[in-house]
């Protein structure tokens, strides 16, 4: 059995290619299900997936998970480390940079970075408390609620994609959004915002990502994975 660490596009869509069982982090409370067997949860760390894998007979580990939930990605690494388990990174290929881009190594950087006063946030609710001492005006959009602490003039805007590059032309301007914050999560499905901004000249602070483990194998597109599946014996 193949073990998809799962929770975005193309978790799921592997998962419909292959015989699985994808695992979400349980973090969103009405997420996306992909096709067959499907587990929520955490794994209780390194040593709990590692346990996890020997009892479930796991013959291959994809890592399908969002290109920043770097510490998922180094637990699962090290559980098939322990137990000889194949181990593959699944990643969308990142943002082509552009002009105008602001390229930070973090979410704090990019609070210590913000050119603008009306900012358009879209780095997701678990990073509001990096904002939380900034004097700008924020538009936060994310799927679930946040919690405090949180920058304190702030809209939060609950809303899952995809986004035309129409809709969102039409959101900064109602807003009169003058700098775009993001991360480089990469997909045309997130691209939208990108293309607005730059018809709209605005400046844009990009988080890198995180890097992978070293040693990690990894993979741009599912039909890389599937064929690694086949190479790996899965």
């Known amino acids: 059995m193949i073990l998809i660490l799962g929770g975005t596009g ?45 009892d479930n007979d796991i013959h291959a580990v994809v890592d399908a998970t969002h290109p920043f939930a770097a510490q998922i990605t180094a637990n699962a690494f090290e559980a098939c480390q322990r137990v000889g388990v194949p181990f593959l990174v699944l990643r969308r290929p990142g943002f082509a940079p552009r002009d105008g881009w602001t390229w930070v190594g973090s979410v704090a950087e990019a609070a210590a970075a913000l ?11 678990q990073d509001l408390s990096a904002f939380a001492g900034c004097p700008q ?8 609620p946040p919690e405090p602490p949180m920058p304190h003039r702030i809209e939060v805007l609950l809303s899952r994609g995809p986004f035309t590059v129409e809709s969102e032309l039409s959101l900064m301007r109602a807003h009169r959004i003058d700098v775009l914050v993001t991360k480089d999560s990469g997909g045309a499905m997130t691209s939208a915002k990108l293309d607005a ?38």
């Not at 419909?16 to 996306?32: F, N, T």
């Not at 005006?137 to 679930?144: C, D, G, P, T, Y």
């Not at 709209?200 to 039909?223: Q, S």
């Open 10 to 54: 193309e978790a799921r869509a592997l998962a419909e290619r292959v015989p699985a069982v994808s695992s979400l982090a349980g973090r969103v409370r009405e997420p996306r299900l992909p096709v067959g067997e499907v587990r929520i949860g955490g794994f209780g760390g390194v040593s709990g997936l590692a346990q996890w894998l020997r």
């Open 137 to 144: 005006w924020f538009l936060a959009r994310m799927v679930e």
């Open 115 to 125: 050119p603008g006063s009306r900012v358009f946030l879209t780095t997701g609710r």
């Open 197 to 234: 901004a730059q018809e709209l000249a605005l400046p844009v602070v990009v988080v890198r990502r995180p890097p992978l483990p070293a040693g990690a194998e990894a993979v741009a597109t599912v039909d890389e994975a599937v064929s690694w599946l086949g190479t790996a014996g899965a």
